[in-house]
C-alpha cells in the first residue's frame, strides 16, 4: 500500500505563491509519472502539471508560466511552486502518482493523495 501525504495549501492574496509537497510513502520500487490536479467547485477534476521519472514536464496551459512542477525520486516526493496565484487557481490540489511499482506486486497502480486547499481570494 502506497500513501501520498499533501501539504502546503492555504490562503494566498492574488498574485502571492505558494509551494505545495507531496511525499509518498511505502515499499516503493519506482514512480513512473507524478502530478498535480486541482478541482474547483462544481467543476471536473482537471490536470495542472505533470512530471516523469526522467524529469519530463508538462503543464496546463492556464498555468504555464506561472507553476513549476518538479520532484525528488530518491524521496518519492514532487513539489508544485506556484506564483502569480489568481482567484481562478482556487481548488483542492490532489497529488497523484501513476505507475508505482511496490515490492511484491505483479503490476503498477495508481495512487491519489487526500488533497489540500488552495484559495485565491478576488
Known amino acids: 500500500q502506497v500513501q501520498l501525504v499533501e501539504s502546503g495549501g492555504g490562503l494566498v492574496q492574488p498574485g502571492g505563491s505558494l509551494r505545495l509537497s507531496c511525499a509518498a510513502s511505502?515499499?516503493?520500487?519506482?514512480?513512473?509519472?507524478m502530478a498535480w490536479y486541482r478541482q474547483a467547485p462544481g467543476k471536473q477534476r482537471e490536470v495542472v502539471a505533470l512530471?516523469?521519472?526522467?524529469?519530463?514536464?508538462n503543464y496546463a496551459d492556464s498555468v504555464k508560466g506561472r507553476f513549476t512542477i518538479s520532484r525528488d525520486n530518491a524521496k518519492n516526493t514532487v513539489y508544485l511552486q506556484m506564483s502569480s496565484l489568481k482567484p481562478e487557481d482556487t481548488a483542492v490540489y490532489y497529488c497523484?502518482?501513476?505507475?508505482?511499482?511496490?515490492?511484491?506486486?505483479?503490476?503498477?497502480?495508481?495512487?491519489w493523495g487526500q488533497g489540500t486547499q488552495v484559495t485565491v481570494p478576488s
Open positions: 511505502g515499499r516503493i520500487i519506482s514512480i513512473n509519472v
Open positions: 512530471i516523469t521519472s526522467g524529469g519530463n514536464t
Open positions: 497523484n502518482a501513476d505507475r508505482v511499482w511496490t515490492v511484491g506486486t505483479e503490476r503498477a497502480y495508481t495512487y
